[in-house]
């Protein structure tokens, strides 16, 4: 029997086919936040949840509390009307850029440095916060600043942070170690395996109020200007971002989270 070629039920079956792919290729990250959230008024924020006054999960509470936290919540009030459109999802300083380049966030509110280097893969708002880098030791250590870090010192810092690159800079002779997260660096700390631990002034001074045997060495030794970070192409959600750091710089918002 001759068979007939019949065009429309072949397109019918490879039609859904070819729209999927269209889709699946059109990435999340790549879709305007700003539109979206016309019809869809949730932010996702990329935030810390082991650091003690930036991000930090309250088991008691079961919610993530610090400043990262409040200061996401008042740019999502200004932005959609409501803090309680802010979505949070754990980040680490590792696995931040890339889930926001796959568009599981949209923005990184995380203790992150502005950098020239971050800059090639993420656009930034303004400065919200001025940081700088230290060094934590037992209170009893020799060690009183990052001059005295030796080929003989183990420093212990964090994967994928500035404090990690920063400090092969400052003591080239350290060893440095680098761990998954804060919580696990100050842990090995506790346990020996490293003579100090590097980051921002204001992360180890969070795990300084809960544990008193340890003190800082020495003063900041880099500037490290935190900034929100947020996917390349996306114009008008950092300038949407930047007006409302603006706004709650000017009414006073900003400060009461400071003072807090
Ligand atoms: N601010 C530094 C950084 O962005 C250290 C803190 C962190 O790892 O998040 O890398």
């Not at 007939?4 to 889709?23: G, V, Y």
Request: net charge negative.
């Amino acid at each position: 029997m001759k068979q007939t070629f019949k065009p429309l039920p072949l397109l019918l079956l490879i039609f859904p086919l070819l729209l999927s792919a269209a889709c699946g290729s059109k990435n999340l990250a790549a879709l305007d936040v700003t539109e979206r959230l016309e019809d869809n008024p949730k932010i996702t924020w990329g935030v810390k949840v082991d650091t003690s006054l930036f991000g930090l999960y309250n088991i008691e509470t079961a919610e993530i509390e610090g400043f990262d936290i409040d200061i996401a919540k008042a740019l999502t009030k200004e932005i959609t009307g409501d803090a309680k459109n802010a979505n949070f999802v754990e980040v680490t300083s590792k696995t931040r850029i890339p889930l926001l380049k796959n568009g599981n966030i949209d923005a990184i509110i995380a203790t992150m440095t502005i950098s020239e280097e971050r800059k090639k893969q993420v656009d930034f708002s303004d400065v919200y916060f001025a940081a700088g880098q230290a060094l934590l030791v037992p209170k009893d250590s020799t060690i009183q600043s990052v001059s005295d870090l030796n080929s003989e010192t183990t420093v212990l810092s964090v994967k994928g942070s500035t404090s990690a690159a920063n400090i092969r800079e400052h003591a080239p002779d350290a060893t440095v170690l680098e761990l998954e997260n804060y919580s696990e660096a100050f842990t090995a700390l506790q346990s020996g395996q490293g003579d100090a631990m590097t980051t921002d002034n204001a992360i180890l001074l969070g795990i300084i109020a809960k544990n008193p045997g340890y003190r800082l060495a020495g003063d900041n030794f880099t500037d490290e200007p935190y900034g929100i970070a947020i996917n390349k192409g996306q114009d008008n959600f950092v300038q949407a971002v930047n007006a409302a750091l603006q706004t709650i710089k000017e009414n006073g918002v900003y400060d009461k989270i400071y003072a807090k």
